[in-house]
Nanobody
Framework: QVQLVESGGGSVQPGGSLRLSCAAS????????MGWYRQAPGEQRELVAE???????DYANAVKDRFIISRDNDKRTLFLQMNSLKPEDTAVYYC???????????WGQGTQVTVSS
């Protein structure tokens, strides 16, 4: 059974930084496409960044040049380095895995990020 556990959220002032982590259980982590999504109150869940098994990345326009997604396949962990944070980045951030064989989707439980002065 796949489990995704996020950590690293918290409260930060505008302009600050946070690093989110997502630890994954299960096999074949390196073959799966991984991503970070976020959901603000009253809003739909939206893509933040994705990374393929080959390391190709894609970012939402709102976070380009500020956020960096990366993965450590040996540790089965996904990361999101968030810099120059803005109040509009406030949301619950979710880790997503799409398996390589069956395209099954798994979600983590989410971690809260609050950007406020």
């Amino acid at each position: 059974q796949v489990q995704l556990v996020e950590s690293g959220g918290g409260s930060v002032q505008p302009g600050g930084s946070l690093r989110l982590s997502c630890a994954a259980s299960g096999s074949f982590f390196s073959r799966n496409r991984m991503g970070w999504y976020r959901q603000a109150p009253g809003e739909q869940r939206e893509l933040v960044a994705e990374i393929t098994s080959g390391g190709s990345t894609d970012y939402a326009n709102a976070v380009k040049d500020r956020f960096i997604i990366s993965r450590d396949n040996d540790k089965r962990t996904l990361f999101l380095q968030m810099n120059s944070l803005k109040p509009e980045d406030t949301a619950v951030y979710y880790c997503k895995m799409v398996t390589w064989l069956s395209s099954t989707v798994y979600w983590g439980q989410g971690t809260q990020v609050t950007v406020s002065s």
